[in-house]
């Protein structure tokens, strides 16, 4: 990741505005090398504000284009600097022909304007991403631009029900992002009463989910993925062999993998139990990680495409097209399946080989169940090598699940022996299979 440092001129990219951090004091700038004049202005609060100078009449001029946010990023700040260039060059007064900002009628901070704050606030807690997530993608654009302390109730509720008719999950993590949002914004806002997300509707917790994939399921799926491009074809197939979690997986880094020690840490700020937790590596995971390790140039194991610094996305295309090939490759309908699932089925399928309950929880990382309460205060066996035997053994059953459904294969024609009358020589791997090395 390139350290942006105040004062200098880069080629602003979003990623780079978004890593520029706030001073402690005044305002810092940096300026863009691909627009002459249009800067980033960031002051204490963390906004980022485009700004364009340019000489005007003689004398210089700082024309504000607008604060950095979803709707107006770097690509409509430099459309909107090169508009006004081009009027400047025509003579004309770029400052009369920028719409006049209605006036608040009252100084109460938006939604948009406390999240900076709030963000550096929680910025040391493990699911920051995920409250950046919910606020980028949910919160800041239905309600960025409101007052804080004038969002009802009956709005919020409504909020959460739109979301709800397609996602009930997402939509009570929403408004548990948005209630911690208020119970650190209420000392702060003078004219609010109460945390409007208090008594706000709130959907039914849904009920566990219980899908298992079967054994030719997941052995058409290991084909499928097989044959699925980067990114979502190895990292679902690393889901598939290690039963972690989808962001343990998508969000990893290079330097989390030892190939030599065959072994992947997932740090504790990254883990959801806030545990560092490692996963012994089988050798077709081995083989996943060495392919992605020497092909990509990030210091994440999978990036996203055009920009190396972020995780992918687009996970409900890749999701419907694997589903699609999956039933293809079955040749019949298969019930709804979530990438969940597959950590899931694998723990199930830990324990249809016989792998004890504590090792399988151990893989997972759980610290409910056998390891929780007070065994998990003395019992502090962390089960490594069985957690290697066990996901060694876990692989060999996908790869034997993935040969069975898999097309018949043409025996190896048989060579005649040299000697007159002589048994048929083997070649060297059927040798092998003779003395039973797999």
Not at 128 to 139: A, G, N, P, S, T
Not at 222 to 241: M, N, Q, T
Not at 251 to 256: G, H, I, K, Q, Y
Not at 316 to 327: F, G, N, Q, T, Y
Request: contains cysteine; aromatic residues 6%; charged residues 30%.
């Amino acid at each position: 990741m390139q350290k942006v440092e105040p004062g200098t001129t880069i080629v602003l990219t979003d990623a780079k505005i978004r890593d520029i951090r706030r001073p402690e004091k005044g305002q810092i700038e940096v300026r863009d090398k691909t627009v002459p004049g249009l800067r980033v202005r960031i002051g204490v609060s963390g906004t980022k504000t485009f700004v364009l100078r340019k000489s005007v009449a003689g004398r210089y001029r700082n024309i504000t284009l607008g604060r950095y946010c979803d709707r107006f990023g770097l690509t409509e700040a430099r459309k909107k600097a090169r508009q006004l260039l081009s009027d400047i060059e025509f003579k004309a007064d770029p400052v009369v022909a920028l719409p006049t900002p209605r006036r608040r009628s009252h100084t109460t901070p938006t939604v948009r304007f406390l999240w900076p704050d709030y963000k550096a606030a929680k910025s040391d807690r493990r699911t920051i991403r995920e409250i950046e997530r919910v606020f980028d993608r949910h919160i800041i654009p239905a309600f960025g631009d409101r007052a804080a302390d004038k969002i009802t109730r009956g709005e919020i509720t409504r909020f959460i029900d739109d979301i709800a008719r397609t996602t009930p999950v997402m939509a009570r993590n929403v408004l548990a992002q948005f209630s911690a949002f208020y119970t650190w914004a209420l000392p702060r806002l003078d004219d609010l009463p109460a945390n409007p997300c208090r008594d706000a509707g709130r959907p039914p917790a849904p009920k566990p989910r219980e899908r298992v994939l079967s054994e030719r399921e997941i052995g058409a799926l290991s084909r499928v993925l097989d044959r699925e491009k980067k990114p979502f074809g190895p990292a679902i197939k690393l889901l598939l062999l290690t039963g972690q979690r989808r962001s343990e997986v998508f969000d990893a880094d290079r330097s989390e993998f030892d190939l030599e020690a065959r072994l992947w840490t997932i740090p504790g700020v990254r883990a959801k139990n806030g545990a560092t937790h490692l996963v012994p590596l089988s050798s077709a995971a081995v083989a996943i990680v060495k392919d992605l390790l020497a092909t990509e140039k990030s210091a994440k194991l999978l990036p996203a495409r055009g920009n190396w610094d972020a995780s992918p996305s687009g996970f409900s295309k890749a999701m419907a097209r694997i589903r699609d090939a999956l039933e293809a490759e079955l040749k019949q309908t298969v019930p709804h399946w979530t990438l969940h699932d597959l950590r899931r089925t694998m723990a199930t399928g830990l324990q249809r080989l016989g792998v004890r309950l504590e090792v399988t929880e151990a893989v997972l990382n759980h610290l409910s169940g056998t390891r929780a309460g007070i065994v998990g205060v003395y019992q502090r066996h962390n089960y490594f090598e069985e957690k290697r035997a066990a996901l060694a053994a876990w692989a060999r059953e996908v790869k034997r699940l993935a040969r069975a459904g898999g097309p018949a294969r043409r025996a190896p024609a048989k060579r005649k022996s040299r000697r007159a009358g002589g048994k048929p020589s083997l070649s060297p791997s059927a040798k092998a299979s003779a003395r039973g090395v797999r």
